[in-house]
């Protein structure tokens, strides 16, 4: 499809009146709802974990688990992204977390739960997660014309913060607090609602192949996504950047539940309101990434997320003190909005939609795949040193980033990408 047909076929189904249209209202109520419960889900399974176990090892492989999937099926995911209805996808991937989370919340009422239970429920919800990503990011260039799509990202990223990094792990310290079970139960609701709300989306989201087009197989067409994604230099040093920064991430999820509470002291509910930090710092870049990129150009803004996420990995390698740890939260959270929203909107550009399932696969492969990897190389050397140990590892890896990213992102880069219709 040319851009021109795009962009008419887009404008078609993004209708309603008011500031944002119908398509972009209902993808950014459905990412507010499943990002909620995904939120109350990120704290509520390692708080579980802590109740089970002392290990900082096993505590960190909750996490792993979630994440892991992001290594061995993003690629193949991709490919049916690119094969199939992307709004089906989503459906597929919402009922699945409610198959699993009902499951966790019937063995926490049964008081059966265990450690094996969270690894499995875990490893099922991260397929989920790997299958609903991709398939909205996909999803988007169809929704959404190409004038709005920036305005959409930013509300998108918006509601992922807010809910994800926010409201939801707030709730679900709070939540967990009152009661493991109330917690659970809560999100397989918050699932059921998301799923609904799907049925609002209009218009047609599945990638439209002539039907003579020779049949290619899964393996060759995962080979063409990640050739596309090394051979271009651009998007290939966003991936490496991005590896490091979540493997950061990961890092920082996968240690901090037992830091909080063992090292720090917090209870469930303050640790779920210290989590919470990095969706307040989500939803202010948020607000100001607009404004940043017209004062300071999307490559300065885009740099600044390195420095923050270096900040918040340093931070509780140096100290625990609660008030410091949670305000490097915030500036990391803040840095990974405005890399975010930057990121998707330069994507879309540069990405035609017959490839935009397997890059979007391909790219996740190697920036969420490092979260289960991050976590697990944390949890391990803080098993056998210390914690503060690991964080400072993972810091000074951050520091490594700047050269790269500085030499291949140029000002001229960054004038032609935005020359790029």
């Known amino acids: 499809m040319t851009e021109p047909q795009e962009a008419v076929a887009a404008a078609r189904t993004d209708t309603g009146a008011g500031p944002i249209g119908r398509n972009t209202a209902v993808l950014v109520s459905f990412t507010a709802v499943t990002n909620l419960a995904d939120g109350v889900t990120k704290v509520a399974l390692p708080l579980i974990a802590t109740t089970l176990t002392n290990s900082p090892a096993l505590v960190s492989f909750v996490l792993l688990t979630l994440t892991l999937p992001w290594l061995f099926a993003a690629m193949h995911v991709g490919v049916l992204v690119d094969r199939a209805d992307r709004r089906r996808l989503l459906g597929l991937a919402n009922t699945m977390r409610i198959v699993v989370v009902a499951s966790l919340f019937a063995a926490v009422l049964a008081k059966v739960i265990s450690l094996p239970m969270l690894y499995g429920g875990g490893i099922i919800l991260g397929v989920a997660e790997v299958i609903a990503l991709t398939s909205a990011g996909a999803l988007i260039p169809d929704a959404v014309a190409p004038a709005g799509r920036e305005r959409a990202n930013q509300w998108l990223t918006g509601a992922e913060t807010v809910c994800n990094e926010f409201a939801g792990p707030f709730l679900g310290g709070l939540l967990v607090a009152a009661s493991t079970a109330l917690a659970l139960g809560s999100t397989v609701v918050a699932y059921a609602l998301s799923v609904a709300i799907l049925l609002f989306l209009v218009g047609t989201f599945r990638v439209k192949r002539t039907t003579d087009a020779p049949k290619v197989t899964v393996h060759k067409q995962i080979a063409e996504g990640l050739k596309f994604l090394l051979h271009h230099r651009l998007l290939r040093t966003f991936s490496i950047v991005v ?42 870049g948020t607000v100001i990434v607009g404004a940043s990129n017209r004062l ?52 879309q550009r540069l990405v035609s939609q017959e490839m935009m399932g397997r890059y979007s696969a391909a790219n996740r492969l190697f920036g969420w795949g490092s979260i289960p990897l991050g976590s ?21 890896a951050t520091l490594a980033l700047i050269p790269l990213f500085l030499r291949v992102y140029t000002s001229t880069v960054e004038a032609e990408v935005a020359a790029t219709s």
Not at 296 to 304: D, L
Not at 308 to 324: F, G, R, S
Not at 380 to 386: E, G, N, R, S, V
Request: with cysteine.
């Open 243 to 284: 590896s490091v920064l979540c493997a950061c991430w990961g890092a920082w999820f996968g240690l901090m539940p037992l830091v909080a509470t063992h090292e720090m002291g917090l209870s469930a509910g303050y640790y779920g309101a210290m989590v919470s930090a990095l969706g307040v710092g989500g939803v202010f």
């Open 296 to 347: 300071f150009g999307r490559r300065r803004v885009m740099f600044s997320n390195i420095i923050l996420t270096l900040a918040m990995t340093a931070a509780p390698a140096l100290t625990t003190n609660v008030w410091i740890v949670g305000a490097a939260a915030f500036l990391g959270g803040m840095g990974g909005t405005l890399w975010t929203v930057n990121s998707r909107t330069i994507g």
């Open 376 to 396: 697990a190389v944390a949890g391990l050397i803080a098993q056998w040193f210390d914690p503060k140990l690991a964080f400072g590892v993972f810091a000074i």
